[in-house]
């Protein structure tokens, strides 16, 4: 268990696209686990703890630039290290 010391604090907002502000790569250097309402989800590209939301991609929509657009789903978010 002393491995959980080198591991940095998980940031209240993280976003899994290298071009957002809120992207922090020496967190991606571990496995991270998010539940929301009480089930891990798997495809959550952005999260935020204290606003209660997470981001997933639509299956088929796409934006203007081609990249798929953001669905926001509320509820009570938990971050974990795996």
Request: a neutral charge; glycine letters at 8%.
């Amino acid at each position: 268990m002393s491995d959980t010391n080198s591991k940095p604090t998980l940031p209240d907002r993280l976003a899994g696209n290298p071009r957002s502000p809120h992207h922090s790569e020496e967190v991606f250097e571990h496995p991270i686990g998010i539940r929301l309402n009480g089930k891990e989800r798997k495809d959550v590209d952005e999260y935020c703890v204290s606003e209660g939301w997470i981001k997933v991609q639509s299956p088929k929509a796409l934006d203007r630039r081609g990249q798929p657009l953001m669905i926001t789903l509320k509820g009570t978010v938990e971050a974990f290290y795996l």
